[in-house]
């Protein structure tokens, strides 16, 4: 099982540009999180899903959405970044919300 | 609200001392508490987790404590190794009616001194 997967690595956008965070993952999990890491602080969730065809907002969800049409992938979206959402962006997925998440290994994202 | 206190949020330990972490939460409906390690670039991994029912659980050199009437539980590491560098982060899952929600503490680091 390659886990939890996140493309790109690295990204830099412009002020007002959009983008997509792909996250997947090949476990089955039912659940699946995004969450963001600003520098030194703990990570804050964004969104979460609890199946196909579900989402709901976190803590953090303005400038985002997502989607989730399938079990193994939930695309992160922004549609108009800046610079407030420079930050590293973890994907993570879990079997159900009791057992622990699974991280994938983030993606740097700077918007200037 | 809904919050999780991490503290300290830096902690430096020579090489063979323990290191202990607490987190404090709001909500006393919480009942799981997992404990993450962020190696320097990575994604987190969990490495130890306690449920509501159970006080204290360990797993070789790591050991949780919980004390669900304080609302608080503790990370300890024991003979600290240069490997257990990293940043810690607990968490609490609050259960809901439709999804439970999980906070995370702002995470510690932890240096081990040679």
């Known amino acids: 099982n390659a886990g939890v997967t996140q493309t790109p690595k690295f990204r830099i956008l412009k002020i007002g540009q959009s983008m997509t965070l792909q996250c997947t993952q090949d476990?089955?999990?039912?659940?699946m999180y995004w969450y963001r890491q600003d520098p030194g602080m703990g990570l804050k969730l964004i969104y979460y899903?609890?199946?196909?065809?579900?989402?709901d907002k976190g803590e953090v969800p303005n400038g985002y959405n997502v989607s989730r049409s399938t079990t193994e992938d939930f695309p992160l979206r922004l549609e108009l970044a800046a610079p407030s959402q420079t930050s590293v962006y973890f994907c993570?997925?879990?079997?159900?919300?009791?057992?622990?998440?699974?991280f994938g290994p983030g993606t740097r994202l700077t918007v200037l | 609200g809904e919050n999780v206190e991490q503290h300290p949020s830096t902690l430096s330990v020579q090489e063979g001392d323990s290191a202990v972490i607490k987190c404090t939460y709001s909500?006393?409906?919480?009942?799981?508490f997992p404990w993450y390690k962020q190696e320097l670039g990575k994604g987190s991994q969990l490495i130890i987790d306690i449920r509501s029912n159970v006080g204290e659980k360990k797993d070789q050199r790591i050991a949780v404590t919980l004390n669900k009437t304080a609302k608080h539980f503790s990370l300890h590491i024991t003979e600290t190794q240069p490997e257990d560098s990293a940043v810690y982060f607990c968490?609490?899952?609050?259960?809901?009616?439709?999804?439970?929600?999980?906070?995370f503490g702002s995470g510690t680091r932890l240096s081990i001194r040679p």
């Open positions: 899903s609890v199946g196909a065809g579900i989402t």
């Open positions: 993570a997925s879990s079997r159900d919300s009791q057992n622990e998440q699974f």
């Open positions: 476990m089955n999990h039912n659940y």
């Open positions: 968490a609490a899952s609050i259960p809901r009616s439709s999804a439970s929600k999980i906070i």
């Open positions: 909500d006393s409906a919480s009942n799981y």
